[in-house]
């Protein structure tokens, strides 16, 4: 046990910081008693100048003086209030977090869009109790043949990104059901962010409208990553490329729009950073190239099929490595006629 006389320490715990103490303070008691081994560690911060009791000191000492007992028990009783009091912040903080996973849950779509001609599957995982991943399907009202396909994602992690995805979702839902396309849509959501000033969260997002009669998509893209659209006859793959900046970076926004044709067959990929960005073991990302092969590889059959092998692919390449990103993937098949 060591009685701090001058300087100050810090006490961490697994690298976390939970105490500093200055002048006076006590440390060591628990081990000295229970003879267990330390939980936490004490690390200089200033020159310090220390006291050192071994056991048979402690002891007589104790005998000697009652009154250093009676101040021992009370600094380790002041110790097991403070960490008791922060174990229920803690599981109250744990259980607004579920709850709040809930929530963005449920802001997520409950399921795929039913569209004669078109198969859509999606996945979402978060990297921590809730995230800044979003992604969502709108029919637009007036016109069945249309829907709107968006995913994005927040700058930052944790609840503040949780918030900001749950407000530009709604933002975007909104102006995908007032009929705007992707470019107008992205644009107004710029405008949006751009007034409150005090959000320091920028989002990516790329936006896209499937015209369900003709095939064609028309997209515009804000700083995301360009899907990957697979081509059944050649079994080459392209990118949606469109040219765009994050939501919330620049005061004006101007989209540059985009569109192709799906063929019968044809395959697209929508997928956030935290794909490419997987690491594994070593360091390394997955990149561009590891989810390109994952697509160009599988003979898939369906966009289940799709979507499966990529969130395998990707565990593979981590494997077990716990990631810092949310990831979310949306793939998009045209049919092949007759199905």
Known sequence: ??????????????????????????????????????????????????????????????????????????????????????????????????????????????????????????????????????????????????????????????????????VSRTLLRTYALEGYGPGEALRRVNDFIRQDAASPLLLSAFYTVLDADSGRLTYANAGHNAPLLLRAATGELEFLESRGLLLGAFPTFTPHEQSCALEPGDFVVFFTDGITEARNAAGGFMDDEGLEAIVRSRACASAEELLTAIVTGVDTFAAGVSQADDFTVVVLHRLPAGE
Do not use: W
């Open 1 to 166: 046990m060591f009685v701090l006389v001058r300087g100050e320490l810090s006490v961490t715990v697994q690298g976390k910081p939970i105490d500093y103490l200055l002048p006076g303070s006590v440390l060591g008691e628990m081990a000295m008693l229970d003879a267990r081994t330390r939980s936490a560690t004490a690390v200089a911060v200033t020159d310090v100048e220390l006291v050192r009791f071994d056991q048979p000191r402690f002891l007589d000492l104790i005998r000697q003086r009652p009154e250093f007992a009676a101040h021992i028990m009370n600094i380790m009783s002041s110790r097991t209030r403070r960490l008791m009091e922060e174990e229920v912040k803690r599981q109250r903080m744990e259980e607004e977090l579920v709850i709040g996973r809930r929530i963005q849950l449920s802001l997520l779509p409950r399921g795929c869009p039913q569209v004669p001609g078109y198969a859509f599957a999606a996945g979402y995982r978060a990297a921590h109790e809730v995230g800044g991943d979003l992604y969502d399907f709108i029919v637009q009202p007036d016109n069945h043949a249309q829907i709107h396909l968006i995913i994005g994602d927040v700058t930052g992690k944790g609840v503040p990104a949780a918030l900001y995805m749950a």
